[in-house]
């Protein structure tokens, strides 16, 4: 491999009063001339006992929505039997349970393929949820895999009256495996890269890659403080221009765009080589079982009441929801949440901090929410706050006087969407090493998952890795600032955008996966894991990446209780 010098942009940031050095932010960036690596035909995965092949797994443990999952005799079998189906599964109201954590309802699940006959083992995903016909009350069950083809749900009985039960099946185990092993370790996501110099403009399509693959003729763009062993990787531009060229990034709105579809398409084609019926017909969207009661007459039981405040706990009952819906409020069973009654409740919660908010656009919306209730502009010297402006690297805050409160806000990179400036690209943990130890009057949020489903298994774990080890450092720092990390909800794509890479390669399969990640990785670490999950998953209306404003105010309001003495 021959690597040219690298070269760096010489510029600094400067927001809110913060200096981010060439150092902190940007990338290097060097060309590479070698062997590019190509996709193995029979995708495999590592274990203790090194190489071994799909079709040769036997009795794996795996956890998905809290379940385990037996891995099935002959590895996957054909299309004429065996895949867990949603016509023919079925389910039945066993009864109410009593416990010292409060009163439930128990439903099992019974699993069956395409020929009606019962799985013996477990590994499917399921979701379930109890709303009153009224829909003002609503929570989700928690399932629970008897590795035998059968699966029990929990429903906390937390009012009176009839209501309506949805068990749905994201994926057969089948799939889930599939996914798992065959789909998860490759990345999935192409951009444009935009190369401009003086009046001369080129394109060329880039990736996240591997440090330890092989290519030739690419642009490599690393940043290890943020994406360890992982990197962003250009074709090469034409017209004379070189990789520092480079500007901007994106995927809507460019000429490549048809291209980088089709290299998606063709990505999870050769990826499933055999294997599409697993996510085509009544595999291809999340169906719900209809062979089974579809009301109850639920009678309100014992709901736990003595709770631990929310910044000191949020660990719920193993066979309860984290909470349910009443009217248009949370109520949590994970913790005693606050709900804060105006903006002077708000305000003074978080007077004299600075609050650092970085994410994804759905924690752009809880920036937006908190910016509104305490009457604050929230696209500081730009003329729309239109909640899905435009949204751009370059960080944005805003002070209120009042409160001597200042909120920031940076989207995180690397992210799907729109073209992104390049070189104006803040992650995580170059805000987190910014932030100086003089005056720890700091407040943290963080929040990350949709834009990482179709990163590889290994680049979010370093990404995470990362950002773990920033806030470390932060902590050592600044010893007991505030620190949440939101998890990512369940967001299926509308059904219009059901198309094979979509099912495959943002299945809410990832999502989950990436939640459960994150949950472990900062347990005992001081901070505090806002799982947003059955909070969600249980809101009355269709689960989008964009959920209506009463489900963000709520998430707002979980994590105050989280902040707030």
């Known amino acids: 491999m021959t690597i040219m010098p690298r070269s760096r942009v010489g510029m600094l940031i400067v927001f809110c009063g913060i200096t981010l050095t060439a150092t902190q932010l940007l990338w290097n960036i060097s060309t590479t001339v070698s062997t590019h690596t190509v996709i193995p035909d029979n995708p495999i995965f590592l274990d203790s006992a090194g190489v071994v092949e799909i079709g040769n797994l036997r009795n794996k443990n795996m956890s998905f929505f809290a379940v385990n999952e037996d891995i099935i005799e002959n590895g996957i079998r054909g299309n004429s039997s065996g895949s867990t189906s949603p016509v023919t599964s079925s389910y039945e109201i066993l009864g109410n349970i009593h ?91 192409y951009f444009t890269g935009f190369y401009i110099s003086g009046n001369t403009e080129d394109t060329s399509i880039c990736t996240i890659a591997s440090t330890s693959e092989n290519w030739y003729n690419k642009c490599e763009y690393t940043h290890p403080t943020a994406l360890g062993n992982h990197l962003f990787l250009c074709d090469m531009p034409g017209k004379n221009l070189s990789c520092k060229n480079l500007i901007d990034y994106g995927q809507e709105q460019t000429n490549n765009k048809t291209q980088i579809q089709e290299n998606q398409d063709n990505q999870v084609k050769k990826l499933l080589h055999g294997k599409e019926f ?28 003595k709770l631990p405040l929310c910044k000191d706990s949020l660990q719920s009952n193993a066979r309860s929801s984290s909470g349910y819906w009443e009217a248009s409020r949370w109520r949590s069973l994970a913790c005693k949440n606050s709900h804060f009654g105006d903006k002077h409740d708000v305000g003074n919660c978080l007077r004299n901090k600075r609050i650092y908010i970085m994410g994804d656009s759905t924690m752009h919306l809880l920036y937006v929410v908190l910016c509104k209730i ?124 059901q198309t094979m890479y979509m099912t495959v390669s943002r299945s809410d399969f990832f999502t989950y996966e990436i939640a459960k990640m994150m949950k472990e990785y900062f347990r005992d670490t001081g901070v505090i894991f806002f799982d947003t999950w059955d909070l969600n998953l249980s809101f009355p209306s269709p689960n989008a990446i964009h959920m209506p404003s009463t489900a963000f105010k709520e998430e707002l309001h979980m994590i105050l209780s989280m902040i707030c003495k």
């Open 278 to 305: 697993l996510f085509t017909g009544v595999h291809k969207k999340y169906s719900l079982i209809t062979l089974g009661p579809r009301y109850i007459d639920l009678h309100k039981g014992n709901v736990p009441s």
């Open 99 to 189: 416990t010292d954590n409060g009163d439930f309802v128990h439903i099992l699940i019974t699993a069956r393929d395409e020929n009606s006959q019962r799985k013996l083992g477990g590994g499917d995903l399921w979701t379930a949820t109890l709303t009153s016909k009224s829909g003002n009350y609503s929570t989700s069950g928690r399932i629970e895999d008897h590795s035998n083809g059968t699966y029990s749900v929990y429903f906390i009985a937390a009012w009176s009256a009839k209501s309506v039960i949805n068990i749905t099946l994201v994926h057969s185990s089948e799939s889930a495996q599939y996914l798992k092993y065959n789909i998860w370790p490759t990345c999935r996501l």
């Open 374 to 497: 305490l009457d604050a502009p929230f696209l500081l010297g730009e003329k729309s706050e239109d909640e899905r402006a435009a949204p751009s690297s370059i960080p944005r805050f805003v002070h209120i006087s009042a409160y001597n409160l200042t909120i920031n806000f940076v989207f995180h990179q690397i992210r799907v969407g729109a073209p992104r400036h390049f070189h104006l690209s803040v992650f995580e943990v170059d805000v987190l090493d910014s932030l100086g130890a003089n005056q720890c009057d700091y407040i943290i949020w963080l929040g990350f998952g949709i834009h990482f489903l179709q990163w590889s298994h290994s680049a979010f774990l370093d990404r995470l890795i990362k950002i773990k080890y920033a806030i470390t450092r932060f902590q050592k720092r600044c010893p007991g600032v505030p620190i949440v990390v939101k998890g990512p909800h369940m967001s299926q794509p509308p059904e219009q955008f």
